[in-house]
């Protein structure tokens, strides 16, 4: 069961090796970098695509961002789920440190980043990834920089994500409760998935070891104090939390208690599967003329209460390749041809709860098509928005409790807001 | 905090090297400092400042701790080149491993594990006695990692200097990550040394649980990967290993959420109680959907993992399917996996869903998405009986479209409905012959041919269909014209009539004559044949009823289907190949192979290293690899041999426990009498008097381990027991060795029962294995034969003309691979494929090439991996040429091997 990966490469857009570090001396930088060059180029192979991929005896994993290509190289049967993640964490680190991670900052920054590399895996081994406290003994300026005395105790603590010692004049939380909707309507108009995916986002400014203390109108602990709750409550498919909170404790009694880390992080993501009514409705009618033009009816309802709006609603309408001389007409809002993506954009600033408003756009076509049928791309309806103040599945934060032997007082601060996820709705 | 490292990279054009010399000697720290950032530069953009060694080595004594990390990277690289020059490192290493500061003690001993050079590591061993006991838990958690480092270079060493015991203690630590680390490092170091090294037990089972709540996420992967090996006694502790592991599922890392799932399904095996699985089962589905959150990279290997975890237990995610509908933007390898699960978890329950989504699917842009959509509307009615209709019908509306691929793809599964289903659906036949013109596709042609073959009496101008082909018959690629061929010869026999008669004058004619394809000139040869003696019999054979077909397409074998479960998160499960099958990691722990003829071999005898150095002799890693990077390691010439057969009373240890119930073949059953004499091992001028000879042979289906002992000594011997060192094919004893008390001057047979895949050694395939015997009056004998691997060969090998075909053609040409016997002369063609076929090797076709004869046989080893093999020979005449093609190519010296026997036998 055990591996782990030989070494770490970080390559441009065409596969070339900026930086690399060997963890094991049993891979050659050469004969990677021989192998990516040759498979990105091949495109349009689909299964030249996946993130994994094997070359006499060596592994491949990798990932992109921007025009980076970040890869472990492995001989071993190594795990790859968590090599990949850990890939995405380098990524995260990188970004932290050098604001954006891209071919430019990696080489403005070698220094740091083989610092980096050295410190986050060892002999192959994913070791530390928590970028705040890494910057406490791997720093950039080297200027300031005295020789640190000690790693910071957080690098082999239990509480490895927070240092001790931090201090606030003011201590405060932030709490967004942020929940995405997911939605995918078929070409019947039938919703055939939903979900909600939330996340608690939170920013801490504390001083000090805080015990914090969560309380949510989780209905498996509501029922399990014998609690019959004011409101509603609510029953959370999957729960997954920062690694901070204990999660033994939660196991036990539901409670979710935790040391949180300095500034921003995700404390917990939650998925709900319960079928949700489609917060903002589109439907669209295409009508194609004798081939030389088309038209596009869209209705979009929004169906959530009168007193909440939704903002930036975002209805992105796909239209044939070949469409020319748009002509549109909206009841309220623009749209904005994008020809670049094959669709029509509408935007509307503020869309209040249980209103209707209407597109009409017509289109040119080519009065010469092909004569093979060809398959026209189908992209879906997608639609974008924001409502504030409100959540669909009715999630609350009944408290968060504060603890720190100082005995201070802190000020919890929390936010609700809804936002589409991947919201697609496909065309009838 | 953006940097602008960029600077160092531009150079001066004037002689680079000797400018930077002179820098790195400046007397100014901060030129120093900036010299050596421009020599890292330089060796990032692949430059060779190798030269430099001395002068930047010069700079690693300093206080400034980013000064340090530099010059400790470039020795990383440099080292290896500069062996002599980087003992001059040493001291700073070993002055660096005391310093006050745990960041640089604890970097002095990172640095000096990566390393490779010998020189250095001996002076690794004290710094690194100290820093496993150091005050500090950063050191300790460094220093625990590089006992594994130590572990790759030096074997020995480790275990010399008492490492492992050290890194035992680590794991009650009372420090999370060194105890993570140290898990980490025995789990690798078990990994590659057959002796148990790392046991989980009872007592370190709830160490680390307790420690998997404190350590990092990353901590917790390396426990939670370590301790899936461990089995637990009985169901009530495995309900208790599981409940604590359980909160694992509740964690944002998504390797965490696998590594659990992995260890909760290998616990789930010894439970018994249903409720308790359904509870199990009920909790890992919200997380394994969540994983589809995750990023796409992420939500490959969870899709992967994920399509064996339905195959073991279909129900955790049986109402879970609509999560797996595709997105318009998922990345096309999630598309391809989602779709693979869908059709597995395709139920009459949601197949109307299923369908509308792989109808969506088919109208997309992407040609392989859309090809694997219509394949999958095709599997699921071959799955599915009371949805083929349903299904079908959607594959009506899909050619209806016109999409010249979606088309043919829709035929080629619409054969295949039709051999599930006969006599069902042929009333959509009109609709297909309306697409006739547009097939072009090999497949879909020979697929359309043979529905117009299969149903030709239904078809009233079935005969003007096929004559459209046959202008173009010599053009058509072999599949199209065998399959054209067989339709006629259907036609033919169904509607006897004159058309058709011409017809297939004119398609014999083509394939016999005007052909050089030799499985089309047979198969019109016989059909030729048949017609012309006894067209009723032609009947039976050409229209014979056909067995029903199964979708099991994609469904593992069960026992790789365990072996990928309890590898779940690994690449083993990602590409659902067992570890060995790719795993090429180069072992440099000391070898003890001595016959030269095997220089690719096998593991080493035991990895027992302590019986080298109990000889005193020196023995360094002889590495037998080909691999480079092994290859610069052997700086040191092996020294003298080790002398053979030295004491492992341990590995005696491990006989004592072989559990008797093994299958006992009794000892004095004397061997039959017409099988040639065994060939000697252990020669009685070796074994002090005993002289050993053996042979591995196979008997109904089963491989035993033929032995003759034989008694030269003075005195009587008892007490034997053998042993099996890891090998190629994991060939090990089935039970214990029975041979009666030797007296002198006797001898005994015995027939050991074999088993395979006990103990699999990694590495190239090797012929080589390494035998153990001991009794009780001598040492133990240590020997080695060469396996004919011809004893694997099952008796299920025999492959079917078509299949054959079809596997030859399938498999890629590099994996064909040749070899010239040039002494073995076939003389008696009958004899020699009937001694074949006794040993499993069965013959399949032949046919003249000039005035050689060509045979082909196929045969199988166990884990049905298939060899086809081809003999071309001219009879009567020295020298045979052997073709052999198989998915494993890399085994292909040990399948010429046993060819080469069997025909010489």
């Given amino acids: ?428 | 905090m953006s940097g602008h490292d960029s600077k160092y990279f531009s150079t001066t054009k004037k002689g680079e090297i000797p400018e930077l010399k002179e820098e790195l000697n400046s007397q100014y720290k901060d030129k120093r400092k900036d010299a050596v950032k421009k020599v890292i530069a330089a060796m990032t953009v692949g430059k060779d400042v190798s030269s430099l060694f001395t002068d930047v080595v010069n700079c690693m004594q300093t206080e400034n701790l980013e000064l340090k990390k530099l010059v400790y990277l470039y020795l990383i690289n440099y080292a290896k080149s500069q062996p002599d020059l980087a003992i001059l490192a040493v001291n700073t290493f070993v002055k660096d491993s005391q310093d006050p500061n745990p960041l640089i003690r604890a970097l002095a001993v990172r640095t000096m594990g990566c390393i490779r050079v010998d020189k250095i590591t001996e002076y690794l061993c004290d710094p690194l006695q100290r820093c496993l006991k150091d005050d500090d838990p950063y050191v300790r958690k460094t220093a625990a990692i590089c006992v594994a480092k130590l572990f790759d270079i030096n074997a020995e060493l480790v275990e010399d200097r008492g490492f492992l015991d050290s890194l035992k203690d680590l794991i009650s630590d009372n420090n999370p990550m060194v105890v993570a680390n140290a898990v980490a490092a025995l789990a690798e170091i078990q990994e590659n040394s057959s002796r148990p090294i790392f046991e989980i037990t009872g007592h370190t089972l709830s160490k680390l649980l307790t420690a998997l709540n404190e350590c990092t996420e990353w901590g917790q992967v390396f426990i939670l990967d370590a301790l899936s090996r461990y089995k637990a006694a009985d169901a009530r502790e495995a309900e208790n290993i599981v409940e604590r592991v359980t909160p694992r599922l509740q964690h944002a890392n998504c390797a965490v959420v696998l590594s659990a799932v992995k260890m909760i399904l290998q616990q789930m095996e010894l439970i018994t109680s249903t409720d308790v699985v359904r509870n199990l089962c009920k909790k890992m589905a919200p997380p394994l959907v969540t994983l589809l959150s995750a990023e796409p990279e992420i939500q490959y290997v969870a899709l992967r993992n994920i399509n064996l975890i339905v195959q073991r237990r279909p129900t955790i995610l049986a109402h879970e399917i609509k999560v797996f509908f595709c997105k318009y933007n998922d990345p096309i390898y999630v598309k391809m996996e989602k779709l693979e699960i869908m059709i597995k978890l395709a139920s009459d329950r949601n197949i109307d869903q299923v369908l509308l989504e792989f109808k969506e699917y088919a109208t997309e842009v992407d040609v392989d998405f859309v090809r694997k959509a219509v394949r999958a509307i095709g599997r699921c009615a071959i799955k599915l009986e009371r949805a083929a209709e349903r299904c079908i019908s959607v594959l009506l509306e899909l050619i209806k479209i016109k999409v010249n691929y979606v088309v043919q793809e829709a035929i080629i599964v619409i054969k295949d409905i039709f051999r599930r289903y006969p006599n069902t659906y042929e009333s959509i036949i009109a609709t297909l012959c309306e697409s006739l013109d547009t097939l072009d596709e090999p497949e879909a042609k020979a697929s359309m041919i043979w529905i117009i073959g299969e149903y030709a009496e239904r078809i009233d101008n079935a005969d003007e269909l096929l004559e459209s082909f046959l202008e173009s018959f010599p053009e058509e690629p072999a599949q199209v014209q065998l399959q054209l061929l067989t339709a006629t010869v259907k036609l033919f026999l169904k509607k006897p009539t004159e058309g058709p008669q011409q017809m297939i004058q004119v398609v014999l004619n083509n394939a016999t004559v005007e052909t050089d394809n030799p499985d089309l000139r047979d198969r019109a040869y016989i059909y030729w044949r048949l017609l012309s003696t006894d067209p009723e019999a032609a009947k039976d054979v050409v229209l014979a009823e056909k067995p029903v077909i199964t979708d099991d397409s994609n469904q593992l074998d069960p026992s790789l289907l365990d072996e990928l479960l309890a590898n779940i998160a690994t690449l083993s499960s990602v590409y659902h190949k067992p570890p060995e099958a790719f795993v090429t990691r180069v072992k440099t722990t000391a070898q003890r192979i001595e016959e030269d003829d095997y220089p690719n071999g096998s593991e080493q005898g035991y990895s027992d290293a302590t019986s080298q150095v109990a000889d005193g002799a020196a023995s360094p890693p002889t590495s037998s690899s080909s691999s480079p990077y092994t290859a610069t390691r052997q700086s040191v010439p092996p020294a003298a041999a080790p002398a053979p057969a030295p004491q492992v009373p341990d590995l005696l240890g491990d006989l004592m426990g072989i559990d008797n119930s093994g299958a006992i073949v009794p000892a004095d059953q004397p061997a039959a009498p017409s099988s040639p004499p065994l060939p000697v091992l252990l020669p009685a001028s070796t074994g002090q008097g005993l002289q050993i000879s053996a042979q591995l042979t196979r008997q109904d289906g089963q491989i035993f381990y033929s032995l003759l002992f034989e008694n030269n000594t003075q005195i009587p011997l008892d007490g034997f027991m053998i042993q099996f060192n890891k090998n190629t094919f994991g060939l090990a004893a089935a039970g214990p060795l029975q041979v009666p008390q030797l007296q002198p001057g006797t001898s005994a047979m015995s027939l050991l029962p074999m088993v395979l895949f006990q103990n699999i050694s990694a590495g190239p395939p090797s012929s080589l294995m390494q035998i153990a015997v001991k009794n009780n009056q001598q040492p133990v004998w240590y020997f080695n034969d060469k396996m004919g691997v011809n004893v694997l060969f099952t008796e299920d090998g025999r492959m079917e003309r078509g299949s054959f075909l079809e596997t030859w053609r399938s498999l890629p040409d590099s994996n064909e691979i040749l070899k010239e016997f040039p002494g073995i002369v076939v003389s008696n063609p009958e004899a020699t494929l009937d001694r074949l076929a006794a040993s499993n090797m069965f013959f399949i076709a032949k046919r003249k090439h000039g005035n050689q004869d060509v045979f082909y046989f196929s045969a199988k080893i166990p884990r049905g991996v298939p060899i086809l093999i081809e003999l071309t020979t001219a009879i009567g005449n020295p020298g045979v040429k052997c073709a052999i093609k198989t998915p494993n190519p890399d085994m292909a010296p040990l399948f010429f091997e046993a060819v080469e026997t069997l025909l010489k036998a």
């Fill in chain 1, 1 to 428: 069961m055990a591996g782990a990966a030989s070494a770490l490469f970080l390559l441009d857009l065409k596969g070339r090796v900026l930086i690399w570090r060997d963890y094991r001396g049993d891979v050659s930088s050469v004969q990677a970098e021989r192998f990516f060059t040759k498979f990105i180029e091949k495109e349009d192979d689909p299964q030249s695509q996946d993130p994994v991929v094997y070359d006499s005896g060596v592994t491949y994993m990798f990932i992109q961002h921007n025009n980076v290509y970040l890869m472990a190289a492995s001989r071993q049967n190594c795990n790859a789920a968590s090599i990949l993640l850990f890939l995405h964490r380098l990524v995260d680190v990188f970004k932290y440190y050098f604001e954006e991670l891209e071919e430019e900052s990696l080489r403005d920054n070698f220094v740091v980043v083989y610092e980096l590399l050295d410190e986050i895996m060892d002999f192959g081994f994913p070791q530390f990834t928590e970028a705040k406290i890494l910057s406490e003994f791997i720093k950039t300026d080297a200027y300031k920089m005295e020789v640190t005395q000690r790693p910071p105790m957080a690098v082999t603590n239990a509480v490895s994500w927070r240092s001790e010692g931090i201090q606030y004049k003011k201590n405060e939380v932030f709490l967004d409760v942020v929940e995405s909707v997911n939605i995918l309507v078929n070409s019947n108009g039938q919703i055939i998935r939903s979900d909600i995916v939330g996340a608690l986002k939170m920013r801490t400014y504390l001083s000090g070891m805080p015990e914090c203390k969560l309380g949510l109108n989780d209905k498996v602990l509501l029922e399990a104090q014998g609690r019959t709750s004011k409101g509603k409550a609510i029953d959370l498919d999957d729960i997954k939390f920062h690694q901070c909170v204990r999660l033994a404790r939660f196991e036990n009694d539901r409670t979710i208690s935790f040391i949180p880390p300095d500034g921003a992080f995700d404390l917990m993501t939650y998925r709900l599967s319960t079928q949700v009514k489609p917060l903002i409705w589109v439907e669209a009618q295409v009508e194609k003329h004798s081939r030389s033009r088309i038209e596009i009816t869209v209705k979009a309802r929004s169906q959530y209460k009168d007193r909440s709006t939704a903002t930036n609603v975002e209805i992105e309408l796909p239209v044939p390749a070949d469409a020319t001389n748009p002509n549109v007409r909206t009841s309220m809002g623009s749209a904005a041809y994008a020809p670049e993506n094959d669709s029509l954009v509408w935007k509307i600033k503020s869309f209040p709860g249980n209103k209707e408003y209407m597109l009409r756009a017509e289109f040119s076509l080519p009065s010469i098509t092909a004569e093979e049928p060809a398959p026209e791309r189908k992209a879906p309806i997608r639609v974008k928005f924001e409502i504030p103040y409100f959540t669909v599945s009715g999630i609350q934060v009944r408290y968060l409790k504060i603890i720190e032997k100082s005995g201070y007082h802190a000020l919890p601060w929390v936010r609700y807001i809804t936002k589409a996820g991947e919201y697609e709705l496909r065309l009838m």
